[in-house]
């Protein structure tokens, strides 16, 4: 008992160690979490506490009022873990937790933390000056609604006005001042003046807002009639269409002029007859008879340029010797200016895998792997190059015309049908096409995507196996363009 009473003794003398709370307030420790304090002028509804509060303890109710937007905050205070993650992640420091420490209540709502403010509508949108963004992605990671992509690697920039809720908070962050507010412009389809006239833009419509006419030369868009809807942009095989801004100064109608045609000062008549008696003399004829292709075919040297025929604009043919004896018809002379001096040219090393036939939109080649044989109707091509772009041999182009060009790829007139089919059989028989073909490598992961870009569908993936059909296979190569391993080669065979 007498250390007990030594103790009351002292403790007479000395202040209470309790405070008489709650008639006292007593003090917060510090960096205490307490009642969360809500600034509604400050909040720019970006909804980022929203996100990183775990227990979901913070809604938000937004309103049309007159003006604008009346954005009302609700932070419930029964569902807090004053965990402090919404302060650190406000950029406008509108959410902070105080000292306060009483949260006691009677009426639920008494615990509920509220904040509304009136926030006016913003005039425009969110743009980007191009030329003055470097890409650094800060904008991005300061979306809280994710509606902004950035790609440095292709320096691209975009955004989804969907998802954005024009906090600004994008715009306050970006170091080069490269975004701000502006009014929105309206978009639609502009022709960039490479047109080639070749309607796929119109087919591919699904309203019938464009009009191409390919006589008169002519591209039209009704803009009151598109929707925007892009596919014309992305079918247009010379990437001439466009979306982008436009105003009632954007013309909504191309036409590109045909270039006057040179005529020869002869008269009319013979030089329209000209090209007849020579076709029957011309020394590079052979012995063959003359065939309908043949006579296509060969156009002989007028020493006047004229208007070009019926038969220098239709079709050209050339067969596998005409092709191997011709060189790559390269740096020629074009003809007289006129809407045939350019087209597609075949070159010495086609294979015929036929690829250039089926992407070819106006249906203006013809292959015939059996005779060797390519064709092309230049009434119907309009050089937009999808056949140039996707041969696996790279051996067409598009180059200038002229009657010695026509000359030169000319098919020289053919032997007999039986030295045709001997020739044929001979071919077959050359060990050499045999010497060498697709090999197959390690590492492939059975894709399948070199069956599906084989043309002749010489190619089978079953699971885990992989087999060729070497007598179809006829060794262009898109296979092995196409292999993303880059297992598959074209070598000597074992």
């Known amino acids: 008992m007498f250390p007990f009473a030594k103790k009351a003794v002292s403790n007479l003398f000395k202040k209470p160690s309790t405070v008489r709370f709650p008639e006292v307030e007593s003090p917060a420790k510090p960096a205490y979490r307490g009642r969360i304090v809500y600034d509604a002028e400050k909040c720019v509804n970006c909804g980022m506490c929203i996100k990183v509060c775990s227990p979901g303890a913070i809604t938000r109710t937004v309103e049309e009022v007159e003006g604008g ?15 402090g993650t919404c302060q650190d992640f406000c950029g406008t420091k509108a959410i902070s937790l105080s000292d306060d420490y009483h949260m006691v209540a009677e009426d639920p709502k008494d615990l509920i933390v509220s904040g509304s403010r009136i926030k006016e509508k913003v005039a425009g949108r969110v743009t980007l000056k191009q030329e003055d963004c470097v890409y650094c992605g800060l904008c991005a990671r300061t979306c809280p609604e994710n509606a902004i992509t950035v790609d440095r690697a292709t320096k691209t920039w975009k955004i989804n006005y969907k998802e954005c809720v024009q906090c600004g908070q994008c715009i306050s962050k970006c170091p080069k001042k490269a975004l701000s507010f502006q009014e929105p412009k309206a978009q639609g389809v502009i022709n960039g003046g490479d047109c080639v006239f070749c309607t796929l833009c119109s087919k591919k419509c699904p309203v019938g807002a464009l009009t191409v006419d390919r006589a008169g030369k002519t591209w039209e868009i009704d803009r009151s009639v598109c929707i925007k809807c892009g596919l014309c942009v992305s079918s247009c095989p010379k990437h001439t269409l466009v979306m982008g801004d436009v105003d009632d100064n954007t013309p909504a109608r191309f ?15 013979p030089a329209k007859e000209a090209p007849a ?4 003399e011309a020394p590079a004829s052979g012995n063959a008879p003359k065939t309908p292709e043949n006579a296509l075919k060969t156009v002989p040297a007028a020493p006047v340029a004229d208007s070009p025929t019926k ?5 050209v043919s050339v067969n596998k010797a005409a092709a191997a004896a011709a060189p790559v018809l390269s740096g020629l002379i074009p003809q007289a200016e006129n809407s045939w001096d350019t087209g597609v040219v075949l070159g010495p090393d086609c294979i015929y895998c036929g690829l250039c036939m089926r992407k070819c939109p106006m249906e203006a080649i013809t292959v015939d792997r059996a005779s060797k044989s390519w064709q092309i109707d230049r009434e119907k091509c309009v050089w937009c190059g999808i056949c140039v772009s996707g041969c696996p041999k790279k051996t067409l182009k598009i180059d200038a015309l002229s009657a010695e060009t026509a000359k030169e790829a000319a098919v020289p007139e053919a032997p007999a049908p039986e030295k045709n089919a001997e020739a044929a059989s001979q071919a077959k028989a050359v060990p050499a096409a045999a010497a060498t073909g697709v090999v197959f490598g390690e590492g492939c992961i059975y894709c399948g995507a070199c069956a ?6 010489a190619i089978s993936v079953d699971g885990s196996e992989w087999s060729i059909d070497r007598d179809a296979c ?3 190569g898109a296979c092995v363009g196409t292999c993303p391993m880059g297992v598959l080669s074209i070598g000597p065979l074992e």
């Open 277 to 280: 008696a020579p076709a029957k």
């Open 69 to 83: 937007e009346k954005i009302t905050y609700d932070i419930n205070l029964t569902s807090c873990t004053f965990c």
């Open 452 to 457: 599906g870009a084989c043309p002749v569908g």
């Open 311 to 315: 038969a220098q604009k239709s079709a």
């Open 474 to 476: 006829i060794q262009c």
């Open 255 to 269: 036409e590109k002029s045909a270039a006057p045609v040179k005529s020869a000062p002869a008269p009319a008549a």
